[in-house]
């Protein structure tokens, strides 16, 4: 899929801006604090209705405005060029969202209509910071493909809550208990089986990948499940106890972590800086072979100042890496990193929130 028309009104330091993006690669050139990071944000706010920065969206109004508007065009490549129009509205708190004009009840059935990955020059993050990153990193990108594995996570953080709050009662009683675990369990198995697959299918690319980055080097990931499905609800069972000296669910989904190793070895343990972004890098991006594996639509890339602390030649391996016939708007301070790419692109500048084709 891709971005073909975008329009964003009083987000940020953005007043309206108007653009139509190139199907491949968008340049956005640009120094610091003329709106780069504000463009890529829209556009992310526009795919998942939350933002990467803030949870206060109020903070996303541009100063002395009540409001802000985003408007997309999406475009399909697998089936006939099918168009997605994304319409969202937030006025003095009141978020509304439009797809194809239809006014959506819940947030939940805009996830999958623009799917995107987010890149920044700290998305290393997913290796070297705890697990909760990498249960993030599964959450979003199988929320945008499988509308079962959303629900059932929502499901699993709502019965989640009820549970934790069952367990720091002072006379909770464990009858109460068993109606929300049953549902966890269900709700659990779900997920499990959904991440264990996802990481599996994934784990060949990104080795790949890592290998045309570093040759030299072998990139292993791997689920691990915090409890397997079949035993969750008999783990419960025998925490209970626990569970509620601590006032809190020790096991679960909740607990999941993915093991990165480079040659064998824990990447977060003994990997250096350009490792582990490498690592992470690889991960992210084999998300898009999974799809085009699968002939479905590819995600948007968005890359924020994706190489400022590399060396231009790996920046440019990290860009050959990227399958043809995808959409990536990425933003740099200047154009040394654009030097001798192998592939075409659309450049443009950004000042003080206004873009212009170069």
């Not at 990948?209 to 069972?237: A, C, M, N, T």
């Not at 991960?283 to 479905?296: D, H, M, Q, T, V």
Request: net charge neutral; proline share 2%; hydrophobic share 35%.
């Amino acid at each position: 899929m891709f971005l073909k028309k975008f329009n964003a009104r009083y987000f940020r330091c953005i007043t309206d801006l108007n653009i139509e993006f190139n199907s491949g690669m968008n340049i956005i050139i640009g120094a610091n604090a003329q709106g780069k990071t504000s463009l890529l944000e829209s556009i992310h706010f526009l795919s998942l209705a939350r933002s990467l920065r803030t949870n206060n969206e109020k903070e996303l109004v541009q100063y002395e405005k009540e409001g802000f508007l985003l408007k997309g065009e999406i475009f399909s490549n697998v089936d006939n060029h099918e168009k997605t129009s994304i319409d969202m509205k937030w006025l003095k708190g009141d978020k509304r969202i439009y797809v194809n004009g239809i006014n959506l009840d819940k947030v939940s059935e805009l996830i999958g209509k623009m799917r995107i990955i987010f890149l920044t020059n700290e998305f290393s993050d997913l290796v070297s910071e705890g697990a909760s990153y990498r249960r993030r990193f599964m959450d979003v990108q199988l929320s945008q493909i499988d509308s079962e594995y959303l629900r059932a996570l929502q499901g699993y953080q709502r019965v989640l809550r009820q549970r934790n709050e069952l367990l720091r009662k002072k006379d909770v009683k464990k009858d109460e208990l068993w109606i929300w675990e049953v549902q966890m369990a269900e709700f659990a198995k779900t997920i499990i089986e959904k991440r264990n697959e996802f990481i599996k299918n994934i784990k060949p690319f990104a080795s790949d990948i890592h290998r045309q980055i570093v040759s030299e080097e072998w990139l292993e990931i791997d689920y691990e499940p915090d409890v397997l499905g079949d035993v969750f609800l008999k783990k419960l069972e025998e925490n209970r106890e626990i569970d509620i000296q601590r006032g809190q669910t020790a096991h679960g989904p909740h607990r999941d972590d993915i093991d990165i190793r480079i040659n064998g070895h824990s990447v977060r343990q003994y990997a250096s800086q350009g490792q582990k972004k490498t690592c992470a890098y690889a991960i992210r991006i084999s998300e898009i072979y999974l799809s085009k594996e699968k002939k479905e639509d590819m995600p948007i890339v968005l890359a924020d100042e994706l190489f400022s602390d590399l060396d231009p030649q790996r920046g440019k391996r990290f860009l050959e890496t990227m399958p043809d016939g995808i959409q990536i708007i990425i933003t740099a301070v200047d154009e040394i990193f654009c030097k001798n790419l192998e592939r075409d692109f659309e450049m443009f500048q950004i000042r003080r929130g206004n873009l212009e084709k170069r």
